[in-house]
């Protein structure tokens, strides 16, 4: 087989938080896993806080991982210092607010050709080049946005010039964080569409983070399911979502609206008596309607249910 183009090998990060009188650890990824070849779709779900963006922004080698490797091509990043300035070139990032993402001072021809210029990836024309990426994501004709500032632009064509402006790159791999989120419903699957139609043409691997299940259904070939900074379940996006395995995996498909809520098991709801993760056990053992002694006392590793489908629970322990 040949060697994925992204492995991710037990990613952690914690983070510093200070108060008046006492300096304390979050967790807020641990002991993440996963792979992805050139050409697939995964998609990162899960709740507010459970580490979906801190993963994005690891990738792209924003924050630094407290532990484990991102290999990328079959160069691990926490070895190779070219890779570490490189990342950024093979790895882009399509933030969720396109309306902070531009910068209101310039034209869009600026903020789509300036990392060309920075990169020198480019030896050709760049107006020109920025002219075919504007065409490339569908602004035409080019002609009529290359001289506008963003606040002219509407939001579904500010972040079509995201997209145009990470495609200059010419990178391998596209993280997606919530792109669609600050925008209407019909715009959102026009930015989806866009975005599959990309990956098929230029042969680009994506990471789409979201809470939307039905926008992970629409667009991933697998789907990775994280709850309090952890991998709880991956596996084939449309196995996933018709067979969920994980407690939290169900809870989730059963909260969202039809078509899933009659398919997806009635589960009980339990409020958990404060926030704080557990340290011990299962992180999900708080609010689980089948916690039993050993979830809140021993450890959960990831099982091999299937092909490809993987859960963290004991009761496939």
């Known amino acids: 087989m040949s060697k994925p183009l992204l492995h991710v090998n037990e990613l952690g990060k914690m983070f510093s938080t200070r108060t008046m009188f006492r300096k304390k650890q979050f967790r ?17 779900v899960g709740e507010s806080g459970s ?15 407290t532990s484990g490797d991102i290999v990328y091509n079959g160069e691990s990043l926490a ?4 890779l570490r300035k490189n990342l950024p070139t093979f790895v ?18 600026y903020i789509i050709g300036r ?7 480019w030896d050709g024309d760049i107006r020109e080049r920025v002219l075919e990426l504007l065409q490339k994501v569908g602004l035409m004709p080019a002609e009529d946005f290359i001289d506008k500032y963003p606040y002219q ?4 064509q500010k972040q079509r010039v995201v997209i145009a402006k990470v495609l200059g790159l010419t990178p391998k791999v596209i993280v997606a964080d919530e792109p669609t989120s600050m925008l209407d419903v019909s715009i959102g699957v026009d930015i989806m569409n866009l975005l599959l139609d990309l990956k098929d043409k230029e042969n680009l691997a994506m990471i789409l983070i979201t809470h939307n299940l ?24 449309e196995e996933l979502i018709q067979n969920p395995q994980h407690p939290y995996t169900k809870l989730l498909l059963y909260s969202s609206p039809d078509p899933w809520r009659e398919q997806a098991e009635a589960l009980e709801v339990i409020d958990p ?4 993760i557990p340290v011990t056990g299962c992180s999900f053992q708080h609010r689980c309607p089948y916690v039993t002694d050993t979830c809140r006392t021993a450890p959960v590793a990831a099982v091999q249910i299937a092909d490809g489908h993987q859960v963290r629970c004991h009761l496939f322990g």
């Open 115 to 121: 990392p060309l210029q920075v990169q020198r990836n």
């Open 273 to 276: 008596q404060g926030r704080d």
């Open 51 to 65: 580490g979906k963006s801190t993963i994005a922004r690891m990738l792209t080698n924003l924050i630094p991982a």
């Open 214 to 237: 039905g926008s992970a259904r629409y667009m991933a070939d697998r789907i990775m399911v994280m709850y309090a900074g952890q991998m709880m379940e991956c596996g084939p996006a």
């Open 79 to 82: 070895s190779s210092k070219q």
């Open 28 to 44: 807020a990824v641990h002991d993440v896993s996963f792979k992805l070849e050139a050409g697939e779709v995964l998609a990162i």
């Open 92 to 109: 882009q990032m399509i933030f969720q607010d396109p309306f902070a993402a531009l910068n209101p001072h310039h034209t869009i021809g």
């Open 153 to 156: 632009l509407s939001g579904g």
